[in-house]
């Protein structure tokens, strides 16, 4: 749990402000008429903010180093959980232009991707709804790295799951560049 709060938490409170910062200073409007697309413009912003996610996330892992089995699964997990975080943080930064709105929101999602984690296979539900718990991204992470502790790694599940983030995380990417599109015009 602690690897995907810190990843999420870095995400989702620090990256909005690379395009918010950008905003407030003007440097957005320079950006937006460069040769660079907006693509480039958003994985230039994505990249930086992996850097700040995978930091924090490698501190998480290293003092958690002695429990895990499958380093690739710890590897596969974080490199989405970061992706996924990086891609709703700069979708905040796309959305809010205030940071009291974007630190507001920022606060709500992050409450919210962090139930299921820790609801996931503890409550006494209906299968199927502890099943679309388990698919939030957030939980799906969560879910993903505890395998890494596991003597086998069930690999369907583990790729659906992490398939289910990754698809996400390009829905959450599309939808910023969109944003940062109209928001040019």
């Given amino acids: ?3 995907v709060l810190t990843t999420l938490t870095v995400g989702i409170f620090l990256v909005p402000y690379m395009i918010g910062d950008e905003r407030q200073t003007k440097t957005m409007n320079a950006l937006l008429v460069s040769p660079a ?5 958003v994985a230039g912003k994505a990249i930086a903010g992996s850097v700040y996610c995978l930091l924090t996330a490698a501190i998480a892992v290293t003092f958690n180093a002695k429990l895990f089995v499958h ?5 596969a997990t974080v490199a989405c959980s970061t992706l996924f975080a990086v891609g709703v943080g700069l979708l905040l930064g796309a ?3 205030l940071p009291q709105q974007m630190n507001a929101v920022a606060g709500a999602v992050l409450a919210v ?3 299921p984690v820790y609801l996931a296979g503890r409550l006494a539900v209906p299968p ?9 991204p957030s939980a799906a992470v969560n879910t993903a790295l505890a395998t890494s502790l596991a003597r086998t790694v069930p690999l369907g599940a583990l790729a659906s799951r992490l398939g289910s983030v990754l698809a996400l995380s390009a829905a959450i990417y599309a939808v910023t560049i969109w944003q940062i599109r109209r928001s040019d015009r």
């Fill in 1 to 3: 749990g602690v690897v």
């Fill in 37 to 41: 697309t907006i693509g480039q413009i």
């Fill in 71 to 75: 380093w690739w699964v710890v590897i």
């Fill in 95 to 97: 959305l809010f232009e």
């Fill in 113 to 115: 991707l962090l139930v």
């Fill in 128 to 136: 199927l709804v502890d099943t679309l718990l388990a698919y939030i």
